[in-house]
């Protein structure tokens, strides 16, 4: 049991080094291409940041543990939106004024009420997992198409956010050391999550939701509360939006166009309205007065204890 925690942990770590490193790399490719600093920001927001959770997701798939990777797609999405945004908020209030994320939550609400309706037959087939692909590929359509209306300073922080070194030989070696550090690293957390699960007498599923949802997300805990610090409320709020919709459009949709996914109806019940209600949650923040205070952090933080309490309290009844 210790050596799985041990191999666990490596895991994270070289996730966190590969997810860091190839969002410098792909950042710098795509200016080298000749896309603008501001755009290449935005797709970094969009999906970039989430591949650490994509490299797990798809190795767990491939050696058959569906129901953990199911598992760590939604649980992520809970993790992002409790913890990640309200640790951020704890550290240092939000000022957000970026206009796509309030549409960018309400897409995520919708985009889980469509998955909601999906799983009812108990399986999502891969025709509904094509459907969220391409409601990926209309959002960062949105996304582009709505870009223009940002403001001079929200353009200034996102072109900040994507700045790094554009010699291509950099980027190319950061590209392939990133791809080399989450093949290992997911390999060592899918190989070694089911032992840590089994040893606490936890599912496959729980074990995804879990130890597996959380781990992958404390480098981003950590990197939000840098940025809280910084004042960069956009970014911190963006990278926690976009990469739920990443989530659930590209991880989840692409597992169900690759294998149809069983979709065990205690997701429909619980999982995914929770994620639901974290999101209508966040959304009178953004809507008022755009800025995500200390105590409205821990309102998100204390939540998201709530839900895993009622998680653990399930798995041993």
């Known amino acids: 049991m210790l050596e799985a925690w041990g191999f666990f942990a490596l895991g994270l770590l070289l996730l966190a080094l590969g997810g860091d490193t190839l969002v410098k790399g792909a950042s710098g490719l795509a200016q080298r291409l000749g896309v603008s600093p501001f755009v290449a920001g935005l797709l970094l927001l969009a999906f970039v940041t989430s591949l650490p959770e994509l490299a797990v997701n798809a190795r767990a798939v491939w050696v058959g543990a569906q129901d953990m990777a199911l598992g ?37 609400a919708v985009a889980t009420l469509a998955l909601i309706g999906f799983g009812l037959d108990g399986v999502v087939g ?41 010699a291509l030989w950099l980027n190319l070696l950061r590209f392939v050391l990133a791809c080399a550090l989450l093949y290992y690293g997911a390999g060592f957390v899918v190989d070694s999550a089911p032992r840590i699960g ?84 966040l959304y009178p923040l953004l809507k008022g007065d755009l800025r995500i205070s200390r105590g409205e952090g821990a309102v998100l933080c204390i939540a998201f204890l709530g839900w895993v309490a009622l998680e653990l309290l399930l798995a041993g009844t």
């Open 72 to 108: 760590n797609a939604i649980g992520s999405n809970i993790v992002n939106l409790g913890l990640t945004l309200g640790a951020a908020a704890l550290a240092a209030p939000l000022l957000v004024r970026m206009r796509l994320l309030a549409p960018m939550l309400v897409l995520l």
């Open 198 to 281: 089994a040893g606490l007498g936890w599912t496959p599923l729980l074990t995804g939701l879990l130890p597996v949802a959380i781990g992958t997300a404390l480098p981003e805990v950590a990197a939000a509360v840098m940025a809280a610090r910084r004042g960069q409320g956009d970014m911190v709020v963006g990278h926690v939006i976009g990469s739920s919709l990443f989530n659930l459009l590209v991880v989840v949709g692409g597992m169900a166009a690759f294998r149809p996914v069983p979709l065990p109806a205690s997701f429909v019940r619980l999982e995914l309205p929770a994620a639901i209600a974290f999101a209508l949650l």
């Open 126 to 166: 891969r025709v509904e997992g094509i459907a969220l692909l391409l409601g990926f590929v209309a959002l960062l359509g949105f996304l582009l198409a709505r870009a223009s209306r940002e403001g001079e300073a929200v353009r200034e922080g996102v072109e900040a956010y994507a700045a790094t070194k554009q």
